[in-house]
């Protein structure tokens, strides 16, 4: 993981780390509680936000008496996959007799919807353990169309989309709507590989994109756990739920629709930072708590988020397919990307080919390597058109 990459998992997942004890909560709760999508008790809880759905609707404001709850909307499957990603992490680390061997890790995972206020209220959920009630000062849709309106009418033929994936998700839609074409775009791995923004429309105006990649994730079980197992265990929805789960259920019914939907799990690549940054936790908290085969954590230790954070920097360990997990004292990590790019397979189907990949344990000269001959450009053209 890149120092970048580690910060935005570990922020998603370590602002809801502590004890399950009850605490003065750190802000006042002014409107209603937020509650996690998927949860699960444990004697320490880890929490994670996840866009699990990318549209929301926010009801008509009266100001005469209180608006009713946001209503989400249309899946992004790639980030479901990173909720249950999750979930697979710490359940193979609670079967686990080595580490934190005597403690019971939990989970809440929040859905934000894609949206600032959502996310504002997920993170103070996270924080107090409850929600909070934040407002929202911008138009979002304006902004959108002004950025479109820029690129419609610059001379720039290069964009750096440093975008998260349901903005970028947004944007491309603008895009093919206004007909803009014939732009390199330079992807970032929020979405260079997204499966769900690939379309025979968006191909007319990312194909030949290029980005940085994560390596696939080639994790043993997690494939049938994706498939299988997260609906047998950590989603039931049947006639013998209790009240409050059959509420979640038929909130959420469009998520069982992926119930059997296995086309993606191929291409899975940021869900192995998820797993690893679930990892680099558990070792944080097993220094922390003291941990041994024999004896176990010690319990009367109470691991401070701050603490776990700290602590991080000294974790050094092995993940079960052979892939090495450290932090030097900055936070950062070894920088190993592969380099993609949009392309029209024989069969017709969009891929993301790999030409050329960056490491950085690599000496100088083969740190970056890019195989100019393997790249479709924009247009589907096999050479560059450089103009000054």
């Not at 370590?14 to 006042?28: I, R, T």
């Not at 009713?68 to 007799?97: G, P, Y």
């Not at 602590?311 to 079960?320: A, D």
């Not at 380099?339 to 969009?350: A, F, L």
Request: with cysteine; charged share 20%.
């Amino acid at each position: 993981m890149s120092l970048v990459t580690a910060g935005l998992v570990f922020m998603r997942l370590l602002l809801a780390f502590g004890a399950v004890e009850d605490e003065a909560p750190v802000c006042q709760i002014l409107g209603s509680s937020e509650f996690p999508l998927l949860s699960k008790e444990g004697e320490v809880m880890i929490g994670g936000a996840f866009s699990i759905h990318s549209k929301i609707s926010q009801p008509p404001l009266s100001f005469t008496e209180k608006p009713t709850r946001l209503t989400c909307s249309s899946v992004n499957l790639r980030e479901f996959r990173f909720a249950q990603t999750m979930i697979f992490a710490i359940e193979e680390i609670n079967r686990s007799d080595f580490l934190l061997p005597n403690i019971s890790i939990g989970y809440r995972i929040y859905d934000n919807c894609a949206s600032t206020l959502s996310s504002m209220r997920v993170v103070m959920a996270l924080m107090n353990g409850d929600g909070w009630t934040v407002g929202k000062s911008c138009s979002e849709p304006e902004k959108l169309l002004k950025v479109v309106e820029v690129i419609q009418k610059s001379t720039a033929r290069v964009i750096v989309a440093f975008m998260a994936h349901v903005e970028m998700n947004n944007l491309l839609e603008q895009l093919t709507l206004q007909n803009i074409t014939g732009r390199q775009f330079i992807g970032v791995e929020a979405w260079i590989t997204a499966d769900s923004l690939v379309t025979p429309a968006s191909f007319n105006v990312l194909g030949g994109s290029l980005g940085f990649a994560v390596q696939k994730a080639n994790i043993s079980g997690l494939e049938e756990f994706l498939i299988k197992d997260f609906w047998e265990t950590d989603f039931k929805c049947n006639e013998t739920n209790n009240m409050a789960d059959a509420a979640n259920c038929k909130e959420n019914h469009d998520l069982t629709e992926l119930k059997d939907y296995d086309d993606d799990v191929a291409e899975l690549r940021y869900s192995s930072n998820i797993y690893k940054a679930i990892y680099a936790v558990a070792n944080s908290l097993h220094r922390i708590l003291k941990c041994s085969h024999s004896q176990g954590c010690d319990k009367t230790v109470k691991a401070l988020p701050l603490q776990v954070v700290e602590s991080l920097k000294q974790v050094n360990f092995t993940i079960k397919n052979g892939e090495q997990v450290w932090f030097d004292n900055t936070g950062a990590t070894v920088a190993q990307y592969e380099v993609v790019n949009w392309q029209r397979g024989i069969n017709g189907s969009i891929q993301f080919k790999p030409v050329g990949y960056y490491d950085a344990s690599l000496p100088p000269g083969r740190k970056f390597v890019l195989k100019n001959e393997d790249i479709m450009w924009p247009g589907e053209i096999r050479e560059a058109n450089i103009s000054c």
